[in-house]
């Protein structure tokens, strides 16, 4: 009973209009595979929910700066100019959060938690339009939990069960996202024979993947590579 | 700010580095302070990403994809490093495992509250883990420049600007100054040449307390026995 | 800079009338050395908080069973008659939650949050006494986050900076006791040099651990073990 | 309830698994189900302590003393198997991924309504995972003592006792029979030998619902056509 499953049948789950969360930080650890398919295929009016929108051509910021995003729930726009331009001229809504209470929203949707409560951001502007409570004296903000209707992973090795392990910083809010889906797709670059992942290693069990598929790589330039070296980095048309 | 200014910063916060501290840098120049680090001086790099260990930037070539600090660029991780997710990354920050971080601002006020996320009305990058740091890290070392672009203070009574986190502020940095946030308020430690104290007063909005001894940085053009890098006179 | 200290060193953390948090799920992943050193220190008056009470004369039984515990958090006593008895006869109070939330408990003392909200138990006399909050219409326990002045756990290695790796379903409540402790103390059954674990499969960082210490191995029988094969069992007197 | 009514209860719950399930298995006559598993039927087992994928039991002297289920007894693991923490095993149970929970119980309401884990003013055990695992797995089948101690009926009307979870059981089986909790109320599956629908519904105090066909399981003194071990019949 294999979960392996092609690009195609991956993308039927990814449509206009609907709310998909992603794993990756400044697109590290964001699948290349599936982030290609998903602006191939022309899938639009998303609402997307993770650590930040990437750069203008890695990770979702592909998708982000073609204009396919209606929502973005996230911590951080910087990296990505187009995001912030879009936010301005109110083509794309965006909702922050800091980093750590957005990493424990998406995990609290993930483990099956109502919410959380934190105090980061207590005394400032993010107070407004949110219950608190009270713990010892202490005042806590309530943040709902966090889920999507898809999430995408990006996992170094998958087996057929869906058993996950990550590639060093790629790991970040793969894990996470990859529970709070309520249809996880995790994209691979190596997928390898039921049994071969050390149980005590393996980091995302399976039973929170729905779906692998086999992923190309890593198909844009880090921005850290000298265009010189690797070809002049293509920002793709907005559409 | 020049490039001389933006070591000199750097260089001077890497003075608040203490062996084993566990240190968490910003983006922008608090990334430079690891170019700074004291002779005998070990710290601990995390990175909010999912990095505790990081290393060294990797010689050109060497470079891995999948191991970059929370700005994207490569780094390298050092013995007894791990990877985690950001979850836990921040699990870190929040229990106050971060004994130091270094953030930029846009401004601060004489009481600590720190401001740096958002000017209302223009273009915000986000928040990213600034919250969590500003509010939970044991010593927050702020790097700024001392006025903004309209020559107006940065260093402020209050902060006009909506605040990242109130009282946080241990020390700040600017091109003109080092400024410690105390109990009894604002006190100007070191001046930064070619500055004098009366510059730094005339440029900083806050109430600053000027007590002896006070530490003159940098400058060639300083009179010698005034510049003694600040060392001796440097906060605790 | 290296974490690992003696014993001895470790016991002088835990003095009488402190909170004790604990590894370890029917004692499995309980630090054996560390149980008998607080025995044979005998101290006392204890609040501890952890999965169970494990079984009489195994894990954290042992402090139940000679009546060294004021108070216990837990989710579950069954398998140590001495806890039911001492809860009878009124000499240890015992508060329970259901063992998942109890988990989330602990891992959000352990990462900082005020609390969890979280609808298991609502309908039912769980509530009573609780706040509560409504999201989207549905109605969540609020439940505070617990940590503890000490936290003890049982790694199977350990390196001198306190990085953790644990031994198959020992691991079970240990990384998220080892985070909500405000001193952790590790005992590991083998201590490593630095490095030598793999980055990506250590499972407790170390900067959440503060002591580690060298462990002498499980000293007790297990349930299903034997008398004939290994000996008669011997429950330590209550003192 | 004697080993062979135990036996019985849980070979009939095996019959309630299906290829591909993720199930957790309660301590007691629960755990005894994994016996009787279905030929080319293949599960996995999920463990509260932290296990997915767990096996049979050990041989004799090859058990592992940190391989244990959550009742504390030792295991083996299938390939494809992983270990978490607890918090993670029950994240599992709250997401729903747990197809299907075998619980004991105190009593059961003809609604589904389940108290397993207290009697007011008797020592009491605790909670363990039970509220989870009734509250939230997709499939929750009972099994019990059709009547308690005092030869009153545990299936109740409503129960008396402090709840685990409401509106949560899906199938019951004990030594007398099998019943289905519906929207339309407690339907009456399968009779247990060597009783009749009578002595069945003598011993409920839940209103059943009784509708052909009704099985009837196990037995040799029962009439060969009536016993046909239930499988024709058994709810989906």
């Known amino acids: 009973m294999t979960k ?236 | 700010m020049g490039e001389t200014s933006r070591d000199r910063i750097a260089e001077r916060a890497a003075r608040e580095l203490r062996d084993g501290m566990v240190v968490n840098l910003g983006i922008g120049i608090p990334t430079k302070v690891a170019d700074f680090i004291p002779a005998g001086v070990h710290v601990t790099f995390h990175a909010e990403n999912g990095i505790l260990g990081a290393g060294a930037t990797p010689l050109s070539g060497e470079e891995d994809g999948f191991l970059c600090n929370a700005g994207g660029y490569p780094v390298t991780v050092v013995d007894g490093a791990s990877y985690f997710d950001s979850a836990i990354a921040f699990a870190m920050i929040r229990r106050g495992c971060i004994d130091m971080t270094v953030l930029g601002a846009l401004e601060v006020s004489e009481r600590g509250d720190l401001a740096n996320w958002i000017v209302p009305g223009k273009r915000a990058a986000g928040i990213g883990g600034a919250m969590e740091l500003a509010q939970k890290a044991r010593k927050v070392v702020v790097l700024m420049n001392h006025v903004n672009r309209d020559g107006e203070s940065k260093v402020r009574k209050h902060c006009q600007l909506p605040l990242t986190a109130r009282e946080c502020v241990d020390l700040i940095i600017t091109d003109m100054a080092v400024m410690e946030v105390t109990g009894q308020g604002l006190i100007l430690r070191e001046v930064m040449s070619p500055y004098s104290v009366e510059d730094v007063v005339r440029n900083t909005e806050a109430d600053l307390i000027i007590t002896e001894p006070i530490a003159y940085i940098g400058g060639e053009h300083l009179d010698p026995e005034k510049s003694n890098s600040g060392v001796d006179a440097a906060p605790s």
């Open chain 1, 4 to 239: 392996i499953r092609t690009l195609d049948e991956a993308l039927e789950r990814i449509t206009d209009g609907c709310t998909l969360m992603y794993g990756g930080f400044g697109g590290i650890g964001t699948p290349p595979t599936l982030i290609e398919g998903i602006f191939d295929k022309g899938v639009k009016d998303l609402t997307i929910i993770g650590n930040d929108t990437g750069f203008p051509w890695i990770g979702i910021g592909r998708l982000v700066t073609a204009g396919r995003v209606r929502k973005v729930v996230t911590s951080h726009i910087g990296s990505n100019p187009y995001a912030g331009q879009k936010m301005e001229e109110g083509s794309m809504e965006v909702v922050f959060y800091p980093q750590g209470t957005l990493a424990e929203k998406i995990r609290a949707g993930g483990v099956g938690l109502g919410g959380i409560l934190v105090d980061v951001g207590v005394g400032t502007m993010l107070e407004e339009g949110k219950e608190s409570v009270f713990i010892s004296g202490h005042k806590y903000l309530v943040e709902p939990a966090l889920t999507a209707e898809v999430a995408i992973v990006h996992a170094s090795k998958a087996d057929p069960f869906g058993n996950l392990v990550f590639d060093k910083s790629g790991r970040n809010f793969n894990p996470l996202v990859a529970m709070a889906g309520q249809f996880t797709i995790a994209e691979a670059d190596e997928i390898v024979p039921i049994g071969q992942l050390d149980p005590e290693s393996i980091v995302t069990p399976g039973i929170f993947v729905d779906m692998v598929i086999p992923g190309k790589g890593v198909n844009w330039e880090w921005v850290w590579e000298k265009p010189a070296a690797t070809g002049s980095r293509s920002v793709p048309p907005a559409n």
